[in-house]
């Protein structure tokens, strides 16, 4: 039987992980992987993430199917290099924002196309990051789907469910609003933190007294970049009122304490436990 052949484009902590996670769960693939980085060519080979590395897009195009797990703006410049595809050669990017690639897709190979976001990730970056459970038990959201063919929806969600993901389907739109609130703005945050934190206190003081709630919060902080500056600016109109809105919330505590008004602001606090009760 042969085996399926699968591209990787970006061979850093996604699609790292991706490789790991079918090989887990099947030894019926073949990876060929391609990335503008040398020694991220050299370490995914050395650690058996791919089968071969390759330079050019035309080796992917006799793939079964091609993962894009590069940033934003490169997956779309990338689905624009790509032209024709084989009918039933399956794309799946795996962007964190998610309609102006949608609408940026070549419409002639708009159906070879489905547009995912895996609810999942680390800190870290590069080959030597990849995990074989990144993805399990993790939710990733099909967006647009009615844009998919038929068969590539289905190569896309069994492939999904192989690796124990749960599937969410919505509008790319509507996609992009809830992450902003819920993935882009804790980023922001997590940047504005540590940026506060360095500048105010020494390098001694910060690792004395740094306790689990600051490098819970931080932690995120150490993420690519790079891949944030794409997703913030392709985000941009969601990511600004996700932070409208925090530093909304963020004045009605300063002017409670400053006010010293502890009554209202337990209140408050106690309304934020709730989420947790959705959470949980």
Known sequence: MAKIKVGIV???????????????????????????????????????????????????KT?????????????????????????????????STKEKISLSIPS?????FVAAHPMTGTEKFGPTAAVEDLYTDKVVVLCDMKKSGKYQGKVAKKLFSDIGMNIVCMGAKEHDRHAAFISHMPHALSYALANSV?????????????????????RIAKSSPNMWEDIFKQNKSNVLEAIQTYQSELKKCQKMIENEEWDTLN??????????DILD
């Open 10 to 60: 970006g061979l850093g902590l996604m699609g790292g992980s991706l490789s790991l996670a079918l090989k887990k769960h099947s030894k019926d693939y073949y990876f060929i992987g391609l990335d503008h980085n040398e020694e991220h060519c050299s370490q995914a080979l050395k650690l058996g993430l791919v089968d071969e590395i390759t330079t050019s897009l035309e080796t992917l």
């Open 63 to 95: 793939c079964d199917i091609i993962f894009l797990t590069i940033p934003v703006d490169g997956i779309i410049a990338v689905a624009k290099q790509l032209g024709s595809l084989p009918s039933k050669c399956t794309v799946i990017d795996l962007g």
């Open 108 to 112: 002639e190979i708009r159906h070879n």
């Open 198 to 218: 360095i500048k105010q206190e020494d390098s001694e003081s910060i690792i004395a007294l740094a306790g689990g709630g600051f490098k819970d919060m931080s």
């Open 267 to 276: 209140v408050w606090m106690r309304e934020a436990n709730t989420l947790h």
